[in-house]
C-alpha cells in the first residue's frame, strides 16, 4: 500500500531552511540520504527472562491484569490476560487513539441529540447541550481528563458519521493491532453485555496509542481549561483522573507517562497505565479491580523494571551526534548538560518546534548535501528516482509524477515534499506530529535534536516526544523542550 500523507502547515511559520556543507558524494550516489552511513539507534535489548527468574512475581488482587514490553514487543506478566472483561472508561484509549488519527485538531465538531442522548443516568458528562460546537483539540482534552460520554459520541460521529459505524472502526483497529477477544459497541464503555476486552488486548491497544504523540500529550497533561459555552457560560478546569502523573500525589510514579481510569458497577476499577525508564516502556493493565488498582499497577511496573534492568539510576546524558548520526544534524553533550557545539553556525529555522519563541529557531547543524549530480543516480523522463533540479531535490514516483505535498517511504526512509515537489529539511508536520528530517533529508529517530538552544528528542517511529519521558530518562514539556 503506498504510504502517502498529506503535510499539513502552520499558516503563520515559514519553511525551515537548512545550511548546505560539503560530503563526499560518492556517500550519496543514489540521491538524498542513501548510503550516508548514518547509525540508527536501536532499541535496548533486555534479557528479561534471564532477569525474570531473579525477580519474584508481583501478586495482583485484581481479576485481568498484563504487563507489556512495549519496547521490545513482549508481555512480562499475565493474569487471566484473555479472559474477558468489561473495560468501563478505558475503552475512550482506542476512542482518541481513532480521533486523533482521523481529526484535525483545529476542526470543530457539532452536538448531535443522539451525541448528548445517548447515555445511561449519571453518566459523567461536560454538560454539553445538543448543537453546541467546540474545537477537536478541545474535546480530546475532555474525552481523556474529565472522561466525559457524551464527548466520546460526538467524536465518534465526527470521525465515522455514527456509534455504531465507530464502533465498527474500533474493532478493525483492535483487530489490526492484534486483539483477539476485544468487542467494542460504544465509545465510551458504558454498561453493555457485548462490550468487552481482555487485559492482553488492552495492553497491545494502549501500547498503540501511546505512539501517538497527540495521543501521549494529552494523557500527560495534569489540567486543562475546557472552554465555555452557552449551557455552561464559564471556563470549565479539569484534572487528570490518573494519579500517578500527578508529583504531589502519593500514588506518583517516577518515569510515568500517563494512563486512563475507568469504572462502572460491572467493570470495577479499571486501569491502564504507562511508565518508561532507561529505554524501556512499560503498559500496565487492570481488569475488574476493587480498589486495589493504583496498587496492583505499581507492582507490575516494578516488577517489569526490574525484570529488565531498568528499574532505575541516573539518566545518561542525551548522545551527541557523532555518536548517533554522522555528518547530518550536529549536536554536542558537555560536561552534564547537553548544548550547543562551540563555535557552530547558526541556521535559522521559521518552522517547527520552537518557532517563535526567544526569536528564530536556529539549529546548529551544517546540512550535507551532494556537490554535484556527477555521479548522482539521475533518471530520465518516465523513470522513478531522485533528480536534482535548480530548486532541488525531487522524486519522481513510478507512475511518471513527482512526489508532492507528501511524505514518502523510499528505500525504509521518509522523505517529505513540498507543493512544488521539492525535497524539504528540518522541522516539518507530519503523520499527526512534528518530525525532523535531516540534511540528505531523510526522517530522523530515537535521537536528541537540538534547535535554537533547546533539545528535542524524536521517537523510535519520528515523532517529537512531548510530556514525556526519553528512553534515556530526561523529561520534556508539552512542546517537546527538555526540562533541565
Known sequence: MKNRTIIRRIGTLALAAVMAAAMPFSVLAEGPGSGNGTQTAQPMQVSASANAANVEKPSIAAQGAALYDATH??????????????????????????????????????????????????????????GETFQVKDLMYGLWLKSANEIANGLAEAVAGSVPAFADKMNQKAASLGCTHTNFVNPNGLNNASHMTTARDMALITAAAFNNSLVRQVAGTLHYSFPASPSVPEVRNLTMGHKMLNPGNSQYYEGFIGGKTGYTSKAGNTLVSVAERGGVRLVAVILKSSATHYADTKKLFDYGFAVTGASGGTPAVPETAAQNETAAVQETAAAQEPRPEAGSAPVTVTEGPGAGSAGAVQETAAAAMPESTAAAETVSSGKTGWEETAEGWKYRKADGSYAKDEELLIKEKYYIFDSNAVMLKGWNYARGSWRYYGGNGDMKSSRWIETNGMWYYVTEDGSLLVNGTSPDGYKVDANGVWIK
Do not use: C, H, W
Open 73 to 130: 514487543g513482549v508481555f512480562l506478566f499475565e493474569k487471566n490476560g484473555d479472559t474477558r472483561f468489561y473495560p468501563a472508561s478505558i475503552t475512550k484509549v482506542m476512542t482518541a487513539l481513532l480521533a486523533a488519527e482521523n481529526l484535525d485538531m483545529n476542526s470543530t465538531v457539532t452536538f448531535s441529540r443522539s451525541a448528548v442522548t445517548n447515555l445511561e443516568t449519571a453518566a459523567v458528562t461536560l454538560n454539553v447541550q445538543e
